[in-house]
């Protein structure tokens, strides 16, 4: 019989919609972004390049259409520029704009600070322990 206490999937995956959603609480009252927001904005904050709608989707782990009307509410609030491919126009080149380069320079420093709070109980050794063990199961799942 499934214990899903004891189910590694089910604790992961509610364990991750938990810690996102708690998370949603430094960046959504103060300025005012979803989830799915703050999650593209996070990503075109690491690139150093353009990046496509569909590898964006691809690394949140986000559906089509999620991506697709967060990154209207982030043209329209002015925080992503949206290119288009010479080529083929059904691609778009997105990157943050300078206000929201702006925004992630200011948010970055204060969801830091709430991983840290988060991570507070546990040891320089128990951090080191569950990276790599994180590591381990992202390669297990890359492997299989």
Known sequence: MLQLADFLPYRLNTLAGRISQALSAVYEQEFDLTIPEWRILATLGV???????????????????KVSRAMACLVSKGLVDRERERGDHRQSRITLSEAGWELYRRLVPKARTWEQALLVEMSDDDKAALHRLLGVLETSLNNG
Do not use: R, Y
């Open 47 to 65: 690139s150093s390049e353009p990046l496509s709608a569909k590898f964006i989707g691809e690394q949140t782990w986000m559906d089509k259409a």
